[in-house]
């Protein structure tokens, strides 16, 4: 049986969710995901599709379409350019799986806040959504540096420069894209 097929397994998907779920608690690294080019495929294809998903609330397709394969690709991009500066390539399919999945879970539950956001008519109906999804924000650049600090072996501080850095490039290119 190859890897596609054990990692699309339902008890395997189960314990791969697990440990984004456990990243994502900061109670485990990226060290704990499997070193899988299958799974990185997977994971950066549903990071794609979901922020597609986001896009359309705000952006016709074509420039959805952009935006989230822009989104994917700096991931990568900042991914691979940090593990090279601090020279720990080999640890690129862990660290791009991790923050991808960590992504993609923080993103299905900021999912329903944006559409309650974009639903919500006037300024104080949409506060409660902007409040929550603001904190799915903060928590997402929190687990970031926590994927940062385990795979490049940096300090807290560092790993949190790199962490604003990529966040705000992420938010940067969107608004280029707008």
């Not at 997977?42 to 397709?61: D, N, Q, R, S």
């Not at 791009?96 to 993103?107: D, F, K, N, R, S």
């Not at 999804?133 to 795979?151: D, E, G, K, M, N």
Request: charged share 10%.
């Amino acid at each position: 049986m190859g890897l596609a097929a054990t990692v699309l397994e339902p008890r395997t998907m189960e314990q791969l969710l697990k440990i984004f779920m456990d990243i994502c608690r900061l109670r485990a690294g990226p060290q704990q995901l499997p070193a899988s080019r299958f799974l990185l495929l997977l994971t950066l294809l549903t990071h794609a599709l979901l922020g597609l998903v986001f896009a359309l609330f705000t952006l016709p397709l074509a420039q959805s379409l952009l935006a989230a394969v822009l989104g994917t690709v700096l991931l990568l991009g900042v991914v691979q350019g940090l593990l090279l500066v601090h020279r720990k390539p080999q640890r690129l399919q862990q660290t791009a799986t991790a923050l991808a999945g960590c992504e993609i879970v923080l993103g299905l539950l900021a999912l329903p806040l944006t559409a309650w956001f974009y639903a919500a008519e006037g300024d104080s109906a949409r506060a409660v959504p902007s409040l929550l999804s603001l904190v799915v924000i903060v928590w997402s650049v929190v687990v970031t540096v926590h994927i940062l600090r385990h795979a490049l072996e940096v300090n807290q501080g560092i790993a949190l420069l790199f962490a604003l850095g990529y966040t705000f490039l992420a938010y940067s290119m969107m608004g280029l894209v707008v």
